[in-house]
């Protein structure tokens, strides 16, 4: 049996620390977050950030950590032509406001094009974000809640519903407003029991591709009625849907406590298991299902 020389073993060792080592290295397009100007605050020091093009990178390393991460940068609005499809706005009450891979009727709604991304103006972070709100866009305290989860949800970690749902949102011209819930897990198949079910339902088959078509808010009402969707005369009327800022920092209160609880692994077991099965001081620990906003409407039909 042929072994290795030291000194091979320790050239190959240095080639490989020296490969490592290069792989961290900025070249002229990428920059360290906290040397540009347009860095956003991630709020943890636990992820890799560099500043690429109109980019901002994040890297937790490890999926269930948070996953890796193209948000814009803090001078653009949006990166939805050439990053992961985000459109944010940071609020004067602190937190983002986010929509992932807006439609171009959305953006149409919003005032901004659907050919090319656009630079942020701080002044107007304000405005756009209520409107955003009101088509259903996400308010979240930080990007590090909301990466740390979302990451886990994507890959296939059952939230039910310790994470925020997926809302649409439609207003025709002749008045009032559709709108659609839907549950961010991933189809559970292989799960018989409902305790391990999504209280929402999930986006019908044909969702993405049919809104995808939508050329006005008249067209997308249309699809939105024939997928599933549910009229309401006013807006007003409309359970669970902020319409200012203010209101979708309320609606997010309940998941701080949700959200820290899925940190701990033992929590996640108890939560989707047959609680039928367990001893009573394990079974007095089942949380209760969240009866507000639109969340109340589907929770009514389990």
Known sequence: MNRAK??????????????????????DDLRPCEEDKCFVAIHSDVPRCWIQGDNQNIDYM??????????PNACRRSNIFGGD??????????????????LAVDLQ?????????????????????TRMVQLGAQWCPN?????????????????????PSKVDVAFPTTGGAWVANFTRDALRY??????????????????GVRMRYALTMNDKSEMMKDLGGTFYTSVDEVPGLAKTVHEAVSLFE?????????????????????????????A???????????GLLFNELR
């Not at 240095?14 to 490969?19: K, V």
């Not at 990007?143 to 994470?163: A, E, L, N, Q, T």
């Not at 292989?190 to 969702?207: A, I, T």
Request: glycine residues 8%.
């Open 6 to 27: 030291p000194t091979t073993c320790i050239f190959l060792l240095c080639a490989l620390l020296a490969g490592i080592s290069s792989a961290y290295e900025y070249d």
């Open 62 to 71: 490890k999926p269930m950590d948070g996953g890796f991460h193209r948000i």
């Open 85 to 102: 499809g985000y459109l944010v706005a940071y609020p004067s009450t602190g937190g983002v406001v986010l929509l992932r891979n807006p």
């Open 109 to 129: 709604y919003l005032g901004l094009p659907n050919t090319h991304d656009t630079a942020r103006s701080p002044d107007e972070d304000d405005d756009l974000a």
């Open 143 to 163: 990007w590090d809640i909301y990466f740390r989860h979302s990451s886990r949800v994507h890959d296939g970690i059952f939230y039910d519903y310790h994470f």
């Open 190 to 207: 292989r799960y018989e029991d409902k305790v391990c079910q999504s209280w929402l339902p999930h986006e019908p088959d044909l969702w």
């Open 254 to 282: 309940p998941f701080k406590e949700r959200l820290n609880n899925m940190e701990d692994d033992g929590y996640r077991g108890r939560f989707c298991a047959n609680y039928e099965d367990e001893d009573k001081d394990t």
């Open 284 to 294: 007095n620990e089942k949380p209760e299902k969240p009866r507000w906003g639109l």
